[in-house]
């Protein structure tokens, strides 16, 4: 463990305890079928990033209420639900270094448990009475869903443009991280200028957060990335790091690379071949330096902030965030 993570742990204890709790106490339901499931995926080692970041927000903006912890689960509930829904569409086998869970409890129980995670987020929207946050939470699960069916439709795609490959990203990731930070605002009642300024925050570390977790397909061991490495490629996702090396790759090897990425029924030695070449045309280095440029602009925008330690913590998590691999 990094120094850095080790840090932002003890620093940030008790609020992960706060939400930990609040994630068990709101998802209490009549089934015990839902409770296995969300509990199967909600309570398997996630790092709890997106509520820490909501409940951050409202403290830097000043909110001195009890329900924050309550109000962070939303983003937990939602990421959770893509994550049962993904792993279906993706046809995984593992998540988090464990068994998916449609792989126990059939791909029925997986899709409507995630379907009454959505549901759960949106009730518990509606209870801050604020309509901004409840138009914010609608909002943001039409972008999640939309960026899940435009990666869906671009699989396998060689051409997908740089471009495009951000406009997934940040509806399917971004978003989430962004409307994590907004709503911390929001229901703290922050003016508009530092309501914005945290919304871009989210923006950008959600968009560096994504790029670094597409170079563990590459770059990590099954042990820490909790999947089997090399998956995102079997299963026909366009990554930044391809994109770039397909690029700049001269016609013979971008030939190769195209091979690899378009057989269905490429080896494990096919994968290993592939990760040089990606190093060779700058894939993996001009991944690591757009994930550092939309850090960088992320922490520039909490200048609008007084130095404090609740800043000093969320400047930490945007490290943090190109960290992925620890």
Same mark, same amino acid.
């Given at each position: 463990m990094t120094n850095l993570k080790t840090e932002i742990l003890a620093r940030a204890a008790a609020d992960l305890e706060a939400i930990e709790q609040a994630l068990r106490s709101n998802l209490s339901t009549y089934l015990d079928l839902v409770e296995k499931v969300a509990g199967h995926i909600l309570f398997s080692g996630g790092k709890r990033f997106r509520p820490l970041l909501m409940v951050l927000s409202a403290r830097l903006c000043g909110y001195n209420g009890n329900y924050d912890k309550t109000f962070s689960v939303i983003?937990?509930? #939602?990421? &959770? *639900?893509? #994550?049962?829904? +993904? +792993? #279906? !569409?993706?046809? *995984? *086998?593992?998540?988090?270094?464990?068994? !998916? %869970?449609?792989?126990?409890?059939?791909? %029925? &129980? *997986? !899709? #409507? !448990?995630g379907d009454f995670l959505l549901a759960r987020s949106l009730s518990i929207a509606a209870a801050t009475d604020k309509i901004e946050v409840i138009k914010s939470i609608g909002a943001i699960t039409e972008d999640m869903s939309q960026g899940e069916i435009h990666q869906l439709i671009s699989k396998g795609n060689i051409h997908l443009a740089e471009k495009e490959y951000l406009e997934v990203i940040r509806r399917k990731t971004a978003a989430l991280i962004q409307g994590a930070c907004h709503t911390g605002a929001l229901i703290a009642e922050a003016p508009p200028p530092k309501a914005s300024a945290l919304a871009a925050f989210g923006l950008n570390l959600g968009m560096a957060f994504q790029m670094a977790d597409d170079l563990l397909d590459y770059l990590a061991d099954t042990k820490i990335l909790g999947k089997e490495v090399g998956a995102d490629l079997r299963e026909g996702k366009m990554t930044l790091p391809l994109i770039h090396a397909l690029q700049a790759a001269p016609a013979d090897d971008r030939q190769k690379m195209e091979n690899i990425i378009c057989n269905k029924d490429a080896t494990a030695q096919d994968f290993i071949n592939l990760i040089p070449m990606l190093e060779r045309y700058g894939g993996i280095d001009y991944t690591n330096q757009m994930a550092a440029r939309y850090v960088t602009e992320a922490k520039n925008q909490l200048a609008v902030f007084q130095e404090s330690e609740t800043k000093k913590l969320l400047l930490m998590l945007a490290d943090f965030a190109l960290m992925r691999n620890d």
């Open positions: 983003f937990e509930y #939602l990421h &959770a *639900a893509t #994550l049962l829904h +993904d +792993d #279906l !569409v993706d046809e *995984a *086998a593992m998540r988090r270094g464990k068994p !998916v %869970a449609n792989s126990i409890y059939g791909n %029925a &129980a *997986a !899709v #409507l !448990v």
